[in-house]
């Protein structure tokens, strides 16, 4: 059965930081590419970051560059976003997806919440 399972998000205040991390089962995690999106309430949804299978590359949102850095351990099968100097405009439900070819998939969300 695959499952992606983000952990890791909360409620901080502006200027902290948060690592967010997706577990992967029921798949060959290695051969996808991972990426975690965000979607705020009336926004629409935004790439944030995505690694290629072996985390040899990597691609930010420029909103996100600087700050947000996308990693992988293939060994535990997870991603992770480290998320530092977050601002408010960072709240949103992130999520990781897993692609490979036409192969799709994600996670259920986990919140961020950016607030004084």
């Known amino acids: 059965q695959v499952q992606l399972v983000e952990s890791g998000g909360g409620l901080v205040q502006p200027g902290e930081s948060l690592l967010l991390s997706c577990a992967a089962t029921g798949f060959t995690f290695s051969n996808y590419v991972m990426s975690w999106y965000r979607q705020a309430p009336g926004k629409e949804r935004e790439l944030v970051a995505s690694i290629t299978s072996r985390g040899g590359s990597t691609n930010y949102a420029d909103s996100v560059k600087g700050r947000f850095t996308i990693s992988r351990d293939n060994a535990k099968n997870t991603v992770y976003l480290q998320m530092n100097s977050l601002q408010p405009e960072d709240a949103a439900v992130y999520y990781c997806?897993?692609?490979?070819?036409?192969?799709?998939?994600w996670g259920q969300g986990t919140q961020v919440t950016v607030s004084s």
């Open positions: 997806t897993a692609r490979y070819i036409r192969t799709e998939y």
